[in-house]
């Protein structure tokens, strides 16, 4: 079993070589604007569960996902030519809905801030 250490430096790689593929390799429109946010493999590199996201938001995840699924071998095969390990993780995906939340807060810090500016005016 690859140490903690090894693990993340195989999922930063996952990430890196995948992240490159979705810009260089797809043609697929429905991958267009998506950011693999982050990548976790498990300690016996069965899975490799990736964190997807797109600017457009929870609106567009249905049909991602679908395209990531469909692409899946092509991915797997790809990433098992490039890095060289014994066992290549199975691909799973999942949607990130953090740099949603993440801009959220941030509009309604930004919306709290200005109320309390147009308060402070009067």
Known sequence: ??????????????????????IMDIADPRLNGITITDVKVDRELTFADIYVSAVEGKEREAEIM?????ARGFLRSTIA?????????????????TPERADKIDRLIHSLNKSEEETHQE
């Open 1 to 22: 079993m690859p140490s903690k250490i090894r693990l993340q430096r195989i999922a930063d790689r996952f990430r890196e070589e995948l992240s490159e593929m979705l």
């Open 66 to 70: 679908e395209a990531l699924q469909h």
């Open 81 to 97: 030519d490039r890095i060289e390990l014994r066992i290549h993780p199975q691909l799973r995906f999942h949607w990130d809905p």
